[in-house]
C-alpha cells in the first residue's frame, strides 16, 4: 500500500472544501496564476487533482486546493483551487474554509482581539478571509473579503431549450452569468431541490451559449476569461431587518452545484445589485443556497475597478484523510457519473 498525501476536510455551509497542505508532486510556476496555468492535463497535478476529486475516493461536486507559496511576502500562503473539470481562478466558499484551517492549525496565530486576518494569494488576485475566533480560539465566523468586483454586462439574451432567458454578467473573481429564477417562465423553476435536475440542465445550456460572447472575455487577463457559472436566484424582497433576501443555486465548471450560497457567486451578486441600485452601501443581502445555508454579504468599499464585497459565513472541519493506493486497484485515478 502506498500513501499518496493527507488531507484535511471542511465544508463551507454545506459545500465541501479538500485542504491538501503539502502537495506530494512538483508545482511549478513563479506565481499561483502561473502555476494554474501550468496544471495542464497529463501533468502530476492534475493526476493527484483528479485522484482526490473522482470517486471513488471523491465526487463529481467535490471541491478543494492545494497550498502553495504565495506570490510575495504580502501573503500567508496561495492556493490552487480544483473541482473535477480542473482550476478555477476563484473560489470563497474555499477562501473561508483555508482561514479556519489557517487559525485552527496554528499556520496563522489567533489575533487577541478576536479577528485574525489571513490573507491569501489565489490565480484572480490577493483575497483576504478575517477569521472571528470565540474565547477558546475556535472560527466563530469568517469573512470573505474578495477583489474588486463588477457589473460586466446586463440584458444578453441566450437561446436555450425552456426559449430565451436574459442574463446579466458579473465579475467576482470569476464571470458568472446572473439568471432569475422568475423569468424562466412557465413551468415555474424555482431554486428548490426538487428542480435541481432541471437547472443543471439549464445552467450547462446558458454556459455554453455564452461561450463566444465577447463580454466574457477578461480585459485584461485571458486566463481569466469565459464564465464560470450560472447563478440562479430568487428574489424574496426585504426583511423587516433592512438586509435583502433572496436564494440561488450556483451551477459551476461543467454542471457542478454548489451546496453554500457559493462565496465568489455571491461577490458578483453583490456587485450587480449594487450597480443596479439594488444594494444600497451599508444593505447587507442575505444569499441563501439551495439547502438553506446562508451567507451574508455588502459592499465594504467601492472603488475605480469595482466594489469590494465581503461575504460573511462559517467553516467547520469534518474530517483528515490519510490518501493510500493499492497496487491492486484498477479504479485509479477513478470515475465520474456526471
Given at each position: 500500500?502506498?500513501t499518496?498525501?493527507t ?33 495542464v ?8 487533482r ?10 463529481a461536486d ?7 507559496p ?11 483551487f ?5 482550476f ?6 474555499g477562501t473561508?474554509?483555508?482561514g ?13 482581539s478576536g479577528t ?17 475566533t ?17 457589473l ?17 454578467l ?15 417562465g412557465?413551468?415555474?423553476?424555482e431554486?428548490v ?8 440542465a ?17 480585459p ?7 464564465v ?7 428574489r ?8 435583502l ?40 443581502l ?30 467547520h472541519?469534518?474530517a483528515?484523510?490519510?490518501f ?11 470515475f465520474?457519473?456526471?
Amino acid at each position: 500500500m502506498k500513501t499518496i498525501c493527507t488531507s484535511v476536510d471542511f465544508h463551507t455551509a454545506g459545500e465541501p472544501f479538500r485542504i491538501v497542505a503539502e502537495p506530494p508532486v512538483e508545482i511549478p510556476g513563479e506565481s499561483v496564476a502561473q502555476r494554474r496555468e501550468l496544471a495542464v492535463p497529463g501533468s502530476a497535478l492534475d493526476d493527484l487533482r483528479r485522484l482526490l476529486c473522482f470517486e471513488p475516493r471523491g465526487h463529481a461536486d467535490m471541491y478543494g486546493g492545494f497550498i502553495t507559496p504565495p506570490d510575495d511576502d504580502g501573503a500567508d500562503f496561495g492556493v490552487l483551487f480544483w473541482h473535477k473539470d480542473g482550476f478555477s481562478t476563484a473560489c470563497g466558499h474555499g477562501t473561508m474554509a483555508l482561514g479556519a484551517w489557517a487559525v485552527s492549525s496554528g499556520m496563522v496565530a489567533v489575533d487577541p482581539s478576536g479577528t485574525t486576518e489571513v490573507t491569501i494569494d489565489v490565480p484572480s488576485g490577493r483575497v483576504r478571509a478575517q477569521v472571528h475566533t470565540d474565547a477558546e480560539g475556535r472560527a466563530a465566523s469568517v469573512d470573505f473579503v474578495n477583489v474588486p468586483s463588477r457589473l460586466v454586462a446586463s440584458g444578453i439574451t441566450v437561446e436555450t431549450s425552456r426559449g430565451p432567458v436574459s442574463v446579466d454578467l458579473a465579475w467576482g473573481g470569476a464571470i458568472y452569468a446572473l439568471v432569475d429564477a422568475a423569468d424562466l417562465g412557465e413551468p415555474s423553476l424555482e431554486v428548490v431541490p426538487e428542480n435541481l435536475t432541471a437547472l443543471i440542465a439549464l445552467g450547462r445550456e446558458i454556459k455554453a451559449g455564452l461561450a463566444d460572447h465577447p463580454d466574457t472575455v477578461h480585459p485584461e487577463d485571458d486566463r481569466l476569461s469565459g464564465v464560470y457559472g450560472t447563478i440562479f436566484a430568487d428574489r424574496f424582497g426585504t426583511l423587516p431587518s433592512g438586509e435583502l433576501h433572496q436564494r440561488n443555486v450556483t451551477i459551476f465548471a461543467d454542471g457542478q452545484v454548489d451546496r453554500s450560497p457559493c462565496g465568489s457567486g455571491t461577490a458578483a451578486r453583490v456587485a450587480a445589485l449594487h450597480a443596479a441600485g439594488e444594494l444600497r452601501s451599508g444593505q447587507s443581502l442575505v444569499h441563501e443556497s439551495i439547502v438553506g445555508t446562508r451567507f451574508r454579504a455588502k459592499v465594504l468599499e467601492e472603488t475605480a475597478e469595482g466594489v469590494i464585497p465581503v461575504v460573511t459565513g462559517s467553516a467547520h472541519r469534518v474530517a483528515t484523510s490519510t490518501f493510500e493506493l493499492d497496487p491492486l486497484d484498477d479504479l485509479v485515478p477513478g470515475f465520474v457519473l456526471r
